[in-house]
C-alpha cells in the first residue's frame, strides 16, 4: 500500500534534453531540464503548465522510458538507468512495465482479438494477487466498454480507445501508472467519471497515477499532488490545496486564469484534431 508520505518518483540533479537539442553551451534554454531535483509523492499526481514546457518528457523520465543526460530518477527507489536496455531486453521490459506503466498521449495500435478477450488476458498476465471478473465487470462499466468489448481496437472511435487503454493500465496492475493526456477525446461527463473513478481507485488500493490532463479544473479536482511546471523556474509539487493558488497558476502560466480556462478547450480541439486526421 502505497500513501503519499511515500516518495513515487524521485529526480536528482536531473538534466535531459532530446539529441537533436545537443548544446554545446550549458544553461541553453532548449534543454527541457537542467539539474532538476523534486521529489514526487505516491497517490494521484496531476501535471500542470503550459504547453511544450516538459510534461510529457517528465512522465517519459519518470516512466523508465527515456533516460536523463546526467543525475538519477528513482521510480519507487529503483534506479530507472536498470531499464536502459529495456528497448532491446524484453524481459526487462516487462520488469519495468510491471513496475511503471504507461498510456502515450496518442497510442494507436491493431488487434486481432477484441477488447473484451484483451481485457481478460491482460488481467490474467498483470501483477495483481487476486483477480476477481467483478472487476472486469466494474471497468466495463465505468469506461463504458460494453460496445467495445466486441470490437477490435483498430474498429474503436478514439474516445472508446482511450477509455479501453485506461481499463488495461489497472488491469495490468502495476504499482504506478503515467497517463499522458489519456482522456481528451472524452465528453465532459465522462472524463469526469473517469478522473473520479481513477482517484477513488488510488486512494483504495494504493496506487499512484501521474497524469496530464490539459485541463485545469479536472487537475485540480482529481489530485492529492500537483507538480507545477514554471516558466522561468522549476517545477514545484505538493498537496493540490496548496499548489493550486490562482497566484501560483497565473505566475507559472505567466497568464490569466480565464485565458487560461479558454486555452484548455482550444487544446482539446487541437489534439482531437490531430487524433482524426
Ligand atoms: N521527440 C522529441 N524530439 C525533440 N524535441 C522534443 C520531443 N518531444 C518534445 N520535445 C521538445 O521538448 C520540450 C518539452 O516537450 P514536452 O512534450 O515534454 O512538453 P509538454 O509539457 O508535454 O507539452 P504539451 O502540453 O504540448 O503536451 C518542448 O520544447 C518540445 O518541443
Ligand atoms: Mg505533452
Redesign the pocket.
Known amino acids: 500500500m502505497h500513501t503519499t508520505d511515500e516518495t513515487a518518483v524521485e529526480f536528482e540533479e536531473v538534466t535531459f534534453f532530446?539529441p537533436?537539442?545537443e548544446d554545446e553551451n550549458p544553461g541553453d534554454p532548449?534543454r527541457?531540464f537542467t539539474d532538476l531535483s523534486i521529489r514526487v509523492p505516491a497517490g494521484m499526481t496531476a501535471l500542470v503548465?503550459?504547453?511544450?514546457?516538459?510534461?510529457?518528457?517528465?512522465l517519459l523520465l519518470a516512466g523508465a522510458r527515456l533516460m536523463p543526460m546526467s543525475g538519477t530518477i528513482r521510480l519507487f527507489g529503483r534506479d530507472t538507468r536498470d531499464f536502459a536496455d529495456a528497448p532491446i531486453d524484453p524481459s526487462l521490459e516487462e520488469e519495468r512495465n510491471q513496475l511503471a506503466s504507461f498510456i502515450y498521449?496518442n497510442m494507436e495500435f491493431e488487434t486481432d482479438e477484441a477488447i473484451g478477450g484483451l481485457m481478460e488476458a491482460v488481467y490474467s498476465m498483470g501483477r495483481l494477487e487476486t483477480r476477481e471478473s467483478s472487476f472486469l465487470e466494474e471497468l466495463v462499466e465505468v469506461l463504458e466498454l460494453k460496445d467495445a468489448r466486441m470490437k477490435r481496437m483498430q474498429e474503436l472511435s478514439k474516445g472508446q480507445l482511450q477509455r479501453a487503454v485506461i481499463a488495461f493500465s489497472l488491469l495490468y496492475g502495476s504499482p504506478i501508472v503515467m497517463m499522458?493526456?489519456p482522456v481528451f477525446a472524452l465528453e465532459e461527463a465522462q472524463k469526469e467519471r473517469v478522473f473520479e473513478y481513477l482517484l477513488a481507485y488510488c486512494r483504495k488500493n494504493g496506487t499512484s497515477i501521474m497524469y496530464?490532463a490539459?485541463n485545469l479544473e479536472l487537475s485540480r479536482k482529481y489530485s492529492d499532488s500537483t507538480l507545477l511546471?514554471r516558466k522561468e523556474a522549476d517545477p514545484i509539487v505538493g498537496p493540490t490545496s496548496e499548489i493550486f493558488t490562482r497566484d501560483n497558476i497565473e505566475k507559472a502560466y505567466q497568464a490569466p486564469m480565464d485565458t487560461l480556462y479558454r486555452r484548455d478547450s482550444l487544446y482539446r480541439q487541437m489534439l482531437l484534431g490531430a487524433a482524426n486526421s
Open positions: 532530446y537533436d537539442e532548449t527541457v503548465g503550459e504547453n511544450g514546457i516538459g510534461k510529457s518528457s517528465f498521449q499522458d493526456e496530464s490539459h511546471f
